[in-house]
């Protein structure tokens, strides 16, 4: 590993530039927090209700009091099992909810580029070259066209699963394959989507090195075989190793669990229909409508349904790249490490993308778990490391081979200011801390203080002018800030009979769908429980039609 001042001027310089581009101006805006009304709020809801779990002063973790009286509605959504600790430390720092969510915002990036830079270094890049190259993976175009799901940005162990996966493939030992589950199970725990996609890549990647390093011959498999049981001694492992993967494969079985015995209550899933709107077309790795100098020839490729969710263009000086990396490849003049990462970057292509109406993916769509991810296309932000890696291999063996290091270091400073340059025009959706805050406030002041019980339930109705989500979302958050529960939700998934007119007929057929999926199911009944139902821009609601009577 190098060694010298620019190991940490590198990546301080870098960080540096990322600061004046993206944090401080996204910041200090009027327009403070990423995203937009929804999805942002929804997880500063969920970090919220982590952290109140965590403090022992909010109620149950895996309860929300959401869609009352429906229970473990958690599962609908992202758990941020894995992260919340981090919003945590900034709540405990004295930071409001939507500054904790900054906070944890920055911290899931800058941790991802530090992961990536290290990663960089232990795959023998220079420490310039290395710090550029996290630059690509962690700010890629792809993460920043998701801004709205924020839960999608930290992607710190990712590349620790290469690390070891890779050094796994050369010498089969079961110390490294461990440390590939601990980091696995990190990502998983921090998100599922990024933690499955870096799983089913890291599988290809294994496949291919393998095959590189020492052939997939019955041979050379039982050689790997012997090796392995060789290492499989206490003594080599190292029972603090030993523990520490238990621990982190019993918590990421705890989480999945969880999320399995929800989506088993609650019938909950992804078809084929709905999952094929949302995988990658060849047109999707070229689109970015959101960068101002490709706008215009993004657009011109229409038709792409889910269109957000195909904003997979990686960037100019990449694509550029990576064709030279493919020019190496077909003259059979790559180095081995530029070889395993761009056939492994095409297989995960043909497994992931969608031609015409078939799809490799459609096979792995049959495999438990894998059926309940919807938006397969962010598996891109997987194969943003693979990809810049891939790029990096390449100027360090073939462009940089026999240059002058003024050359290195010059042509790896364009490609620096380049990925800074489309981090700062790129156009970012934002929304206004002072306006989610004000919202709040504002329907927290029309409610009753004396209607408000230990017992209470809220019950929403909205602004008819507005999106029916935007309306639940500020009842969610308003019961927050009441201490209450609310008959209104908004997740990723809906319960049984929820509606989205939220009138009083509604609510009385939301409670009877309740008692009778609950008495299917063995749980309390509507008339077991003791609430006092409170509307807003509902009027009065008569329920005198439902079970709870």
Known sequence: MPSGPGLYLAPAIILLAVAVVFFLPLFTATNDLPGDLGDTRLNIFILETVYLWMSGTGSSLLSPDVFYPFPFTLAFSDTHAGSAWIYALFRVAGLDEYDAFKGWFAAGYVLT?????????????????????????????????????????????????FLYISRFSEKFSPRDLLMFLVAL???????????????????????????????????????????????????????????????????????????????????????????ATMIPRVQSYLLMDTLPYWEQFSRRMSGVAMRHEHQLFMGVPVGILFAFCLYCLVRRRASLSLK???????ASFLVFSGFGTVSFYWLVAKIPGFDSLRAISRVQLVLAFVTVMAIACFMRDHLFAGRSRTFQFVATALLAVWFVYDLAVVEKSTFSSDEARSRIEKLHARIDPDSIAGNSVLAYGGDGKLPSWLNDLDAILLARSLGISTLNGYSGHSVPGYAKGNTCEDIARQLDTYDQWARQRGLMSLDALDFNLVTLDMGTCDLSNSDNE
Not at 142 to 159: D, E, F, V
């Open 340 to 346: 395993i990462f761009t056939v492994s970057i095409l």
């Open 185 to 275: 199970c990190i990502q998983i725990l921090i998100n599922i989507y990024s933690g499955f996609f870096t799983l089913l890549i890291c599988v290809i990647f294994f496949l291919v090195s393998v095959a590189f390093r020492h052939g997939l011959t019955i041979r050379a498999i039982g050689q790997a075989w012997s090796a392995f049981r060789r290492s499989m001694r206490v003594d080599r492992i190292g029972i603090p190793l030993l523990i520490c993967t238990f621990v982190f494969l019993a918590l990421c079985a705890c989480v999945l669990g969880f999320h399995k015995y929800t989506a088993d209550l609650y019938g909950l899933g992804r078809n084929w229909s709905e999952m």
């Open 113 to 161: 580029y530090l992961s990536a830079y290290y990663v960089g270094l232990r795959f023998s890049l220079a420490p310039f070259l290395a710090s550029v190259a996290a630059l690509g993976f962690a700010f890629s175009l792809p993460s920043l066209a998701q801004l709205g799901h924020a839960q999608l940005i930290n992607m710190a162990a990712t590349p620790f699963c």
